[in-house]
């Protein structure tokens, strides 16, 4: 049975250069010089104006995107220190065990750099409009199946992939240059949108798709360079990088744990349904035993996410590695939080979110609204990207609409691409890498609801 090898999966080679060895230097690896280029990227500062769970929040208690990938980086370095320094001593690695933190915290640093405004909820608009608009009907009369299927079932994971290998520092091949396996520990879902026999898998590395059409090249070197076993012969699918199920576990500890709080402290929850769910989903040596000596709920609150999340990355440490021959040869692919053995109190937590927290009023108004902002963005500039690509003469007001667009979504020029597929890629790219609130007032511009200046 084939198996992946930890020599390989931890590659330093950089996408987009000549694989050339390089002195190894403990005080800025290569995986740490991937997480500082992410952290000076315009895409992830971005994201500190981008929805989390409460989208246009008034007030600056609850978390934004940005806020959410540096817990998330956080809790990864610290799933990934625990796991590397026993998988160096199994297999005798020369590499210090904080390289695998390191992989894993930059590769969780990006995790969400593909994400639209409105969140997923944007994700959703995106995909509805693509599906049910004239526009687009006419803007893809010439792609194929699969460059449809990218666009039609647009994925932030895949748009992430393409931000961090494409869209940032685009002059250069292999955009930010990351390191392979900071690539592939990033790909939760290493798969193209169209794939053999995926329908019938049931893993939880296939439940969506990582890259696009257009980056299938470069993830097909991150497999080949990381050693990753394909899922089929002649397709763009593979198993999933070890480290992938480290960010994922640290994703789903964070979101879970802190939108619970989040809901806590805006009134959504009570002290005691939120104490004593949290405290189910700690192993009993963590759990607290002096909590009642706080006197403020909400620093008792804080005191408990922050020991749940200590417990959660024990737990999935473990797990990690009791089952590590097993994710070597792609057999295990289920998430960590589901696997644990307080995954019922996880189930709970994001059950009563669902309910209670994800769902309030005010952030169902608001997601429902992005529907019609994306939506109407969309039809405005693909319309105007229609009609200056139709052959025809372009109305004056499509040619003023994409002066609007910026050059690197229009093309060399301000003359659009003469591939259909790059052409609305590159739209989604400009529409996608909107904050919240740039977006809303983009679309109250160019909808005359609103001018410059008022």
């Known amino acids: 049975m084939h198996t992946m090898n930890w020599p390989q999966l931890l590659s330093s080679d950089q996408l987009g250069r000549d694989a050339k060895p390089r002195a190894y230097d403990a005080a800025r690896s290569p995986f740490r010089r991937d997480g500082d280029r992410i952290t000076f990227s315009s895409a992830f500062r971005r994201l500190q104006d981008k929805t989390q769970v409460f989208p246009l929040a008034d007030n600056d208690y609850v978390r934004t995107r940005l806020t959410h990938s540096l817990e998330v980086a956080s809790v990864a370095r610290s799933l990934g220190a625990r796991v590397g320094a026993e998988i160096c001593k199994r297999h005798t690695l020369q590499e210090n065990g904080g390289d695998i933190g390191d992989?894993?915290?930059a590769a969780a640093l990006a995790?969400?750099?593909?994400?639209?405004?409105?969140?997923?909820?944007?994700?959703?608009?995106?995909?509805?409009?693509?599906?049910?608009?004239?526009?687009?009907?006419?803007?893809?009369?010439k792609l194929t199946d699969a460059q449809r299927a990218d666009i039609e079932r647009y994925e932030g994971n895949a748009q992430g992939f393409r931000v961090v290998t494409r869209l940032q520092m685009p002059d250069n091949n292999g955009g930010l240059q990351l390191t392979c396996a900071t690539l592939g520990a990033f790909t939760k879902y290493p798969r193209a949108s169209?794939?053999?026999?995926?329908?019938?898998?049931?893993?939880?590395?296939?439940?969506?798709?990582?890259?696009?059409?257009?980056?299938?090249?470069?993830?097909?070197?991150?497999?080949t360079r990381c050693g990753l076993i394909?899922?089929?012969?002649?397709?763009?699918?593979?198993?999933?990088?070890?480290?992938?199920?480290?960010?994922?576990?640290?994703?789903?500890?964070c979101y879970r744990l802190v939108d619970f709080e989040d809901g806590f402290r805006l009134g959504h929850l009570?002290?005691?349904?939120?104490?004593?769910?949290?405290?189910e989903a700690m192993r009993p040596n963590h759990r607290p035993k002096r909590l009642d000596d706080i006197p403020s709920e909400a620093r008792r609150i804080q005191l408990i996410r922050a020991m749940a999340i200590g417990s959660a990355i024990e737990e999935c440490a473990d797990l990690f590695l009791s089952r590590e021959s097993e994710i070597l040869a792609g057999t295990f692919d289920t998430s960590l939080i589901d696997a644990i053995e307080s995954?019922?109190?996880?189930?709970?937590?994001?059950?009563?979110?669902?309910?209670?927290?994800?769902n309030t009023p005010r952030g169902v108004e608001i997601e429902a609204a992005g529907f019609e902002v994306l939506g109407g963005l969309l039809d405005v500039f693909v319309s105007a990207l229609n009609d200056v690509t139709s052959g025809a003469r372009p109305s004056p007001r499509s040619q003023k609409l994409l002066q609007l667009v910026p050059l690197e979504n229009i093309g060399p020029g301000r003359v659009p691409d003469a591939d259909p597929y790059l052409r609305l890629m590159r739209m989604l790219d400009f529409v996608s890498g909107m904050t919240d609130r740039y977006?809303?007032?983009l679309y109250k511009k160019v909808r005359g609801i609103s001018l410059p200046g008022q």
Request: net charge negative; aromatic share 12%; no cysteine.
């Open 194 to 223: 169209v794939v053999g026999e995926v329908g019938s898998y049931a893993g939880a590395s296939a439940k969506k798709f990582g890259f696009n059409q257009s980056e299938a090249e470069f993830f097909t070197t991150v497999a």
């Open 230 to 253: 394909s899922r089929g012969d002649g397709t763009s699918w593979w198993a999933r990088h070890p480290l992938a199920f480290l960010v994922e576990a640290a994703d789903d500890i």
């Open 439 to 441: 977006a809303v007032t």
């Open 343 to 358: 995954t019922p109190a996880w189930e709970e937590i994001i059950r009563v979110s669902r309910d209670r927290i994800y």
């Open 270 to 279: 009570s002290y005691l349904e939120t104490r004593d769910l949290m405290l």
């Open 103 to 105: 992989i894993a915290s």
């Open 111 to 141: 995790h969400d750099l593909g994400n639209p405004p409105f969140g997923h909820s944007g994700e959703d608009a995106i995909r509805h409009w693509f599906v049910n608009s004239s526009i687009a009907a006419t803007a893809q009369e």
